[in-house]
């Protein structure tokens, strides 16, 4: 029997398992929302193979290790999500072909997607590769405790695949932008608006001065954008801003961009004399950059893929993950296998019921192949 046969019927055990873990609602930063995902993996994954938990300032860390032959492939998921407890007015509805809830999509649906290809080839007696499965608690929040344990493992092994949602088509990922957060902070010197303003130096206008250059270093053929979407500054209206910054979000397609971005950036000069500019900040999540070895991985998952039904073509994304990580230590990294859904950490975020059995088949079909190197 082939996975997608073995799975369509077991559909109704596998919605089951999807709402016990999405009613286990776990922000970022709750640590006892993370504590009971974690727990809920450790109880699922662990028949599998040795299970270590870690903790971290963000949450619990979980690593199981599982024997199989040919390659060393490394599974990244995560279990926090974007959603405060009690967003959802219902934090498991099925409504239609669609199941709804807290991180649905982004990304506990695809922890379930996981459990559920380790149990059916281990019941049709198919392979898998040397596993070692990585469940991190602080994605969305920049995975500042799980990088070093995502890069260690990373090193270990051969590939690595990130069980994130797929493109809004389905597609799955094979490029995403380099993120980065930068502040930059005038420093001028406060004065008496009304009686000597004269004697100040205004940060406010510093910055206006300085945005202008900061959206000059966008060069959109080559998909590089910076956003100063924060500003703060100043401290009442009769006094002139002794300090205002404004926070800035990057994004590159290659490192090449995210180092003239740096350049450029730390660079800047006042304008206004007796003025001074400080900058904090850099890239946080270097770009995933599609190489020969990342392509061939792709072409593999995309015939598995049309095996089961699905037509998966290469997705480019703005957005990172902890792929971006893997893929810049030029480990070959494929993302975007999770479940097919929409409204990623929005309140209708939701899984497409009916193809939950495939999306399971298709990473059935790529454990089985990666066991035979």
Same mark, same amino acid.
Request: aromatic share 4%; hydrophobic share 40%; glycine share 10%.
């Given at each position: 029997?082939?996975p997608l046969?073995?799975l369509?019927?077991?559909l109704?055990?596998?919605?089951?398992?999807l709402?016990a873990?999405?009613?286990?609602e776990?922000?970022?930063?709750?640590l006892?929302?993370?504590?009971?995902?974690?727990r809920w993996? =450790?109880?699922?994954?662990?028949?599998?193979?040795p299970?270590?938990?870690?903790?971290?300032?963000?949450?619990?860390?979980?690593?199981?290790s599982?024997?199989?032959?040919?390659r060393k492939?490394?599974v990244l998921c995560?279990?926090?999500?974007?959603?405060?407890?009690g967003?959802f007015?219902?934090?498991?509805?099925?409504?239609?072909?669609?199941a709804y809830?807290?991180g649905?999509?982004?990304m506990?649906g695809?922890?379930v997607?996981l459990l559920w290809?380790l149990?059916?080839?281990?019941?049709l007696?198919l392979?898998?590769?040397?596993l070692?499965?990585?469940?991190?608690?602080?994605?969305e929040?920049?995975?500042m405790a799980?990088?070093?344990?995502?890069?260690?493992a990373?090193?270990r092994?051969?590939?690595?695949?990130?069980?994130?949602a797929?493109?809004?088509?389905?597609?799955l990922?094979?490029a995403r932008k380099?993120?980065?957060?930068?502040?930059l902070t005038?420093?001028?010197?406060?004065a008496?608006?009304?009686?000597?303003?004269e004697?100040?130096i205004?940060?406010i206008?510093?910055?206006a001065h300085?945005?202008p250059?900061?959206v000059a270093?966008?060069?959109?053929?080559?998909g590089?954008?910076?956003?100063p979407?924060v500003?703060?500054?100043?401290?009442?209206?009769n006094?002139?801003?002794?300090?205002?910054t404004?926070?800035i979000?990057?994004r590159?397609?290659?490192?090449?961009?995210?180092?003239?971005v740096?350049?450029?950036?730390r660079a800047?000069?006042?304008v206004?004399?007796?003025?001074?500019?400080?900058v904090?900040g850099?890239?946080?999540?270097?770009p995933?950059?599609?190489?020969?070895?990342?392509?061939k991985l792709f072409?593999? =998952?995309q015939?598995?893929g049309?095996e089961?039904g699905?037509?998966?073509?290469?997705?480019r994304?703005?957005g990172?993950?902890?792929?971006?990580f893997?893929?810049?230590l030029g480990?070959?990294?494929l993302?975007?296998?999770?479940?097919f859904g929409e409204?990623?950490?929005q309140l209708?975020?939701n899984v497409?019921?009916p193809?939950?059995?495939?999306?399971?088949?298709l990473l059935?079909?790529i454990?089985?192949?990666?066991?035979r190197?």
């Amino acid at each position: 029997m082939k996975p997608l046969e073995h799975l369509q019927p077991q559909l109704p055990a596998i919605l089951k398992d999807l709402e016990a873990i999405v009613t286990l609602e776990a922000p970022s930063y709750d640590l006892a929302g993370l504590d009971r995902v974690a727990r809920w993996i =450790a109880q699922h994954f662990s028949p599998f193979g040795p299970l270590e938990r870690e903790e971290t300032p963000n949450g619990p860390l979980l690593r199981v290790s599982l024997q199989g032959s040919g390659r060393k492939v490394l599974v990244l998921c995560h279990f926090d999500t974007v959603h405060p407890v009690g967003a959802f007015k219902e934090p498991w509805k099925v409504e239609g072909d669609r199941a709804y809830g807290p991180g649905i999509y982004d990304m506990k649906g695809n922890i379930v997607q996981l459990l559920w290809a380790l149990r059916t080839n281990q019941a049709l007696g198919l392979g898998r590769p040397q596993l070692e499965l990585l469940f991190t608690p602080d994605e969305e929040v920049g995975s500042m405790a799980s990088r070093p344990a995502i890069e260690s493992a990373a090193l270990r092994s051969d590939l690595v695949l990130v069980l994130e949602a797929p493109m809004g088509n389905g597609d799955l990922k094979v490029a995403r932008k380099g993120v980065g957060q930068y502040r930059l902070t005038a420093h001028g010197k406060p004065a008496h608006q009304g009686v000597e303003p004269e004697k100040g130096i205004n940060a406010i206008v510093e910055l206006a001065h300085q945005i202008p250059k900061i959206v000059a270093m966008q060069d959109w053929d080559k998909g590089t954008t910076l956003g100063p979407n924060v500003i703060k500054g100043g401290t009442t209206s009769n006094v002139v801003a002794a300090l205002a910054t404004v926070d800035i979000d990057v994004r590159v397609w290659t490192m090449a961009e995210a180092e003239r971005v740096e350049r450029e950036i730390r660079a800047l000069q006042p304008v206004l004399p007796g003025a001074t500019l400080s900058v904090e900040g850099g890239l946080n999540r270097p770009p995933m950059e599609p190489t020969p070895a990342s392509t061939k991985l792709f072409e593999m =998952a995309q015939r598995i893929g049309a095996e089961v039904g699905l037509q998966l073509g290469p997705g480019r994304v703005g957005g990172g993950s902890d792929g971006n990580f893997t893929a810049a230590l030029g480990i070959p990294t494929l993302d975007g296998l999770g479940l097919f859904g929409e409204a990623a950490h929005q309140l209708t975020e939701n899984v497409y019921i009916p193809q939950i059995p495939a999306r399971i088949a298709l990473l059935c079909g790529i454990l089985d192949e990666l066991s035979r190197g």
